[in-house]
């Protein structure tokens, strides 16, 4: 088995990856940012994101703007509320695309710190034995 992720889109290359794998069983999961959709027309950010969840890609929240401020240095429980209300905001953003709430989350940088874990317990598996994802460096 290779699982197959990409973070930070949809971007301009996401709709040719997923041309790949339409009419296959291949399955891939993006970690999608709300900044993406800056970069492409929105209709193009939406309809990558309707396509892939069409297609059974796992759709998961990389972050909403990809900003490096959940790191050690900053890890309070300020900083934890501030990321908490991001998912919670991003995911009714995704599910009103898509129609599903995103179950996974891969912090940006893989900085997994207290305050980020604390924030995210809602979107990390407690059942069976998956394991949170730590990411790439990105």
């Not at 492409?40 to 297609?55: P, Q």
């Not at 179950?103 to 893989?110: A, H, M, N, T, Y």
């Not at 874990?117 to 809602?122: E, Y």
Request: proline content about 4%.
């Amino acid at each position: 088995v290779v699982a197959f992720t990409f973070d930070d889109g949809p971007d301009y290359w996401t709709r040719f990856i997923l041309d790949v794998i339409d009419g296959t069983e291949d399955k891939l999961t993006f970690f999608v940012t709300y900044q993406a959709k800056s970069w492409l027309d929105g209709t193009i950010y939406e309809d990558s994101l309707r396509r892939a969840h069409s297609l059974g890609c796992e759709i998961g929240i990389h972050s909403k703007n990809h900003a490096y401020v959940y790191t050690a240095s900053t890890g309070t429980d300020a900083s934890a509320e501030v990321l908490q209300t991001e998912l919670y905001d991003f995911a009714e953003i995704i599910a009103g695309i898509t129609g599903e709430k995103p179950k996974i989350f891969r912090p940006v940088g893989g900085s997994f710190i207290t305050a980020t874990l604390r924030s995210s317990g809602a979107w990390i598996p407690r059942t069976g034995s998956s394991a949170p994802n730590t990411g790439t460096k990105d």
